[in-house]
């Protein structure tokens, strides 16, 4: 699993993320064991709609961020919403 988030500081490094994220999964079809990446990003961010669009672009034009806070833990990309104000803390 990798996860990673605050990714979206530039468009250049929302784009370098978005191929970084592009070479991991690239590799599932080739492997036994399944990668899984996890992209967190507030709204306000503004270049993760760069990061989504180089990913809609060469992955899956069908993309969106997910406000659901529950991974599908058998899907290998999960782009999630984080709304820092609802987090729960235990």
Do not use: G
């Not at 490094?13 to 991991?24: F, G, L, T």
């Not at 399944?34 to 709204?43: G, I, L």
């Not at 060469?58 to 919403?81: G, I, R």
Request: hydrophobic letters at 40%; one cysteine or more; a negative charge.
């Amino acid at each position: 699993l990798y996860v990673m988030l605050d990714v979206f500081e530039s468009s250049n490094v929302a784009e370098s993320a978005a191929y970084h994220v592009q070479s991991i999964l690239s590799k599932n079809s080739n492997s036994q064991s399944k990668r899984r990446v996890w992209v967190f990003a507030q709204s306000d961010r503004a270049q993760r709609e760069t990061f989504l669009d180089v990913m809609r672009e060469a992955y899956d034009e069908t993309l969106e961020w997910s406000l659901n806070q529950n991974p599908d833990l058998d899907s290998e990309l999960w782009l999630c919403d984080l709304d820092e104000t609802a987090v729960e803390y235990n």
